[in-house]
């Protein structure tokens, strides 16, 4: 009789899960039977099916049941029309502060919704292991939108914020993190660990160290997000780059934030980039915008992109600071901007739906507009004319497009009208 290892064992009991999640949510539609909400007459962008096209979408019991190119419209309970728009997946944000009450910057995911067009998004570091279980039972338990977290490597996470919180290396408890996300592999997605200067001081790679020991101790393959932006030295940026692993997130990659001695120390020195940043993207190291209120740069990102670091996926950094800031770092405008670098509408999508829903892993076809997945979807203006960008260094763009958000679904669901009664059952 063989045993199975922990490692083995959470690897079946997901793959179980999923297969279980992605059954049909009930037997197939009857002639006369109704979609619970159509969404008709808009434009469908769809990365995950190669897909731009008129379409109407069908949603029943939660989930998108059909994508055809015209549902009549007796077959609708409820219907929102998109004539003029792009519907899209739902969109994901990857970096984003959603821990509020908790961690001094968090913004309520919901409140978000209206300006983000988001229907997942993933707490990045808010909580430690002293304040991860409040987390999860307070606030991702009574959230609408889809909620996942990496849990920092400092004990407190963010709460002390604007403290630094690994000025004391002893708050970064590696068996403690590992326990943490053993206990919490459904949601947790790794670790996360802040490495500027001005959080970490003189502690070089140990938070970095301790952090990738609690993700191979866990029992899981857990990844870690590691937040950049005027680290100590620019030997250390490089030694920080050699040490991620395939599949671990470098979140805020194109800033251009000094150290505490104003020297940059990022990707980019000296108008030139790094090889160790090169090498780490060629290896699969996960390349994530997260613009926020200081940590996007259009000079690095101008450098770096060409250089062959292009973004894997967008994300916002948004927070209660970085929300009031004049580089307006909401996710659509975020997209938006990348636009203007050169990338194509389909392109920021994907980067913003399924490329971060592989990286979760953790719901059944999220970030997608498939039969059966989920019925997340965002309702997007893509506003043609001039528009000036500005980055977190007042550096400005000028570009020729901007993506606004119009209406957001999950689950079925809408955000505000239609409503439903009652009014969800999730």
Known sequence: MSVLSRR??????????????????????GPND?????????????PSQSLRARRDIGIRWGVIETVQEAIPAERALKSIDASGKLV???????????????????????????FQATTTVVSAGDAGVNNLAALRRFIVAQTRARMYAFVHIANNGLSAFPVAELYNIDVAQTEACAMALAENADFLLGVKV?????????HGLEPLKRGIQACEMCGWPAKMMVHIGG??????????????????????AYSGAPNMSNVFTNIVQEGKLLPAALAAKQRGVIFDVGHGGGSFDFTVAEVAIPGGCTPDTISSDI???????????????????????GFTLEQVVAMATTAPAKIINRA????????????????????????????????????????????TVINGVPFGRPYQAPFAVR
């Not at 927070?319 to 670098?341: D, E, Q, R």
């Not at 039969?371 to 309702?379: C, F, N, Q, S």
């Open 8 to 29: 083995d064992f959470l690897a079946l009991s997901t793959s179980a899960a999923v297969v279980g999640l992605a059954a049909p949510a009930g037997a197939a539609m």
């Open 34 to 46: 109704k979609y619970d909400l159509v969404i008709r007459g808009g434009e469908v962008l769809d």
């Open 88 to 114: 899209m997946p739902g969109l994901i944000d990857l970096h984003s502060h959603v821990y509020p009450y908790g961690s001094a910057i968090g913004i309520p995911a919901d409140e978000l919704v209206q």
């Open 194 to 202: 802040r490495m500027s200067e001005n959080v970490i001081y003189k």
């Open 231 to 252: 680290v100590e030295s620019k030997e250390l940026m490089s030694q920080i780059l050699d040490l991620l692993r395939p599949g671990d997130v470098l979140t805020h």
């Open 319 to 341: 927070h209660v600071f970085s929300g009031n800031s004049p580089g307006i770092p909401f996710l659509p405008n975020v997209m938006s901007k990348f636009m203007k670098l």
């Open 364 to 407: 059944p076809k999220i970030g997608t507009l498939q039969v059966g997945a989920p019925g997340d979807v965002a309702i997007m203006e893509l506003v043609e004319g001039p528009v000036s960008f500005l980055d977190t260094r007042n550096n400005k763009r000028d570009g020729k497009a901007q993506l606004k958000p119009v209406q």
